[in-house]
């Protein structure tokens, strides 16, 4: 179906109170294993059809943040989530201490069951008025930033529109565009720090009503985070610092010289090339159907889940001024649709939508179609491996977007993959700082972030930014107040996806059919059981990152 047509109706809560209380008494009725899995079958239809309609009208807010209708929805789901959330839990505990547990693991499998155990201790009925309350403050946060009116020529932007002028090949176009592009940040500042400081007092509050030191394990519980922990992370970011950050500054210098410039100013981030970035050809249309034409010509599979795509209306990638920032895949699991959200704006960034939110939603595609819907349930470092291998995959189709300029954007690609690592690791580390010391004023928050600027990338100079020097730059990174913790599974599967674009250049079919074995596998294994059955070395342990540089540097 096409998404324009997908029918919509406010979720009554009450009604799905009805449906769990019936669920959980026909749970307790059961006489055996096999009976209990028809009760979850049951299940798995309500938890479907409520989270089609949430999805529905998140990605039509989404679409335009000036809705009224949508707006209202946004409102009523904020409250009515955390609810939503106890009543799946408080189903899952009924499944998790049943008689016939054995036979559950069995038939659903161990991975579901210890995501299960992660859910009941950390969402609680107690919760319910923090969850709502950090609902209302992350909507606060997108609405404000969606709501950006940049002046520029006869235009005015938001800040998704304003990514072509910040890597401008002219860099006195790129400095006046950085200098509006944070100006909006500079005059929201004291609202986005409160925002933030509460976002923080109130996960901590959290925390410690479940009795955790702090936001940090309940954060890695909530991030489903079930085959490592904190202790595993901090030895990945000592990996990057150690055996990344140098190889990523020797590519910085080969841009700097690239560009001819004395050296890197904040202004040159994301800059590559001195005749600029290489640029899609065409219009959206035109590479939504270069990409489909690529993944036909990639493999059955992925040719099938493009058509479907395509036909059934499931990308908006329009950049328009009323529309949320950012880009996502999600999924609408009543018609076994993954849906790619993005901002196009006549960058190469168009491209990457085409890779990196469509190796999301094939994988989507794919264990959609698995019966066991907890399959489907991947945890996020896995999902951001499918992604963000795929757009290596990919790339021997880069002359359909680029023409004879498609060795520019493989080699701008690789450069900002590795790149990418210590950036995002830094946010993970400043994050893990802040909710160990939920005190931290707004002006000590933005001087860990400087001090960590200058570890993982001591190339940074904001000479001429008062606002980025005194360490702001992370209000602009919507992870950090959205999505908490998350960042770092970027980090982790751009090392899998590092591995894989070095294994794709000695046996291309080889790496690919491991690939396809990663997406089919992917919630029915732990990511750390994954790795070795794919064939890739597990970023955690001391020395993968370091083999993964040395190959990369040759």
């Keep these: 179906m096409k998404f324009s047509e997908m029918p919509y109706s406010r979720v009554d809560i009450e009604q799905l109170k009805s449906d769990f209380a019936g669920l959980m008494q026909e749970l307790d009725s059961a006489k055996s294993g096999e009976e209990q899995f028809e009760v979850h079958k049951k299940y798995y239809r309500i938890t479907d059809h409520a989270s089609t309609l949430f999805t529905i009208a998140e990605i039509r807010q989404n679409i335009d943040v000036t809705d009224t209708f949508y707006n209202g929805e946004k409102e009523y789901y904020d409250e009515v989530m955390p609810v939503y959330e106890n009543l799946t839990v408080a189903y899952q505990k009924k499944l998790y201490e049943s008689p016939y547990l054995p036979y559950l693991k069995e038939k ?95 996960r901590t509050a959290q925390a410690e009503k479940l009795g955790y030191d702090n936001y940090l394990p309940l954060g890695y519980d909530r991030m489903q985070r079930n085959c490592y922990d904190r202790r595993m992370v901090e030895e990945f970011r000592n990996q990057v610092k150690r055996d990344l950050v140098p190889f990523a500054e020797k590519l910085h210098e080969t841009r700097r010289m690239r560009l001819n410039l004395p050296s890197l100013s904040y202004i040159d981030e994301g800059v590559y090339f001195l005749q600029g970035n290489p640029a899609p050809a065409g219009t959206p249309e035109q590479i939504l159907e270069s990409g489909r034409k690529m993944y036909r010509e990639l493999s059955p599979e992925t040719g099938e889940f493009m058509d479907f795509m395509c036909e059934n209306e499931l990308f908006d990638v329009l950049g328009r001024k009323t529309k949320k920032t950012g880009g996502y895949m999600t999924y609408l699991p009543d018609y076994n649709a993954p849906f790619i959200f993005a901002n196009f704006n006549g960058t190469s960034g168009d491209v990457d939508v085409i890779t990196h939110e469509c190796g999301h939603a094939f994988q989507g595609y794919l264990s959609g179609k698995d019966p066991i819907r907890e399959h489907a349930d991947i945890t996020m470092e896995t999902a951001e491996t499918h992604s963000m291998s795929m757009e290596f995959f990919t790339e021997p189709w880069m002359k359909y977007f680029f023409g004879d300029r498609a060795s520019d954007y493989v080699q701008m690609h690789f450069e900002d993959s590795v790149i990418f690592v210590p950036y995002g690791t830094m946010v993970d580390e400043f994050q893990d700082i802040v909710y160990s010391n939920p005190g931290l004023s707004p002006k000590e928050r933005n001087q860990v972030w400087r001090d960590l600027e200058r570890q993982y990338r001591p190339h940074m100079d904001y000479t001429g930014s008062a606002y980025y020097e005194q360490g702001a730059f992370w209000q602009k990174q919507h992870h950090i107040f959205n999505h908490p913790l998350y960042y770092i599974d970027y980090c982790i599967a751009s090392v899998d996806a590092l591995q894989y674009k070095t294994w794709m250049d000695r046996n291309y079919r080889e790496a690919w059919e491991s690939y396809l074995k990663l997406c089919r596998l992917s919630a029915s294994k732990f990511f750390t059981e994954l790795l070795p059955e794919a064939g890739l070395d597990n970023p955690f342990e001391d020395g993968c990152i370091r083999r993964v540089t040395a190959r990369l540097e040759k």
């Design 108 to 202: 659903i499998g161990p991975v579901a069951f210890k995501n299960i155990e992660l859910a009941m201790r950390s969402v609680r009925p107690e919760l319910v008025e923090l969850m709502q309350e950090e609902n209302a403050l992350t909507t606060r946060y997108n609405k404000l930033t969606a709501s950006a009116k940049i002046p520029w020529g006869d235009e005015v932007l938001n800040l998704s529109l304003m990514t072509p002028y910040l890597h401008n090949k002219d860099r006195a176009v790129r400095k006046e565009a950085w200098k509006k592009y944070e100006q909006f940040f500079s005059e929201n500042q004291e609202e986005i720090e409160d925002i933030y400081d509460r976002l923080v007092r109130n």
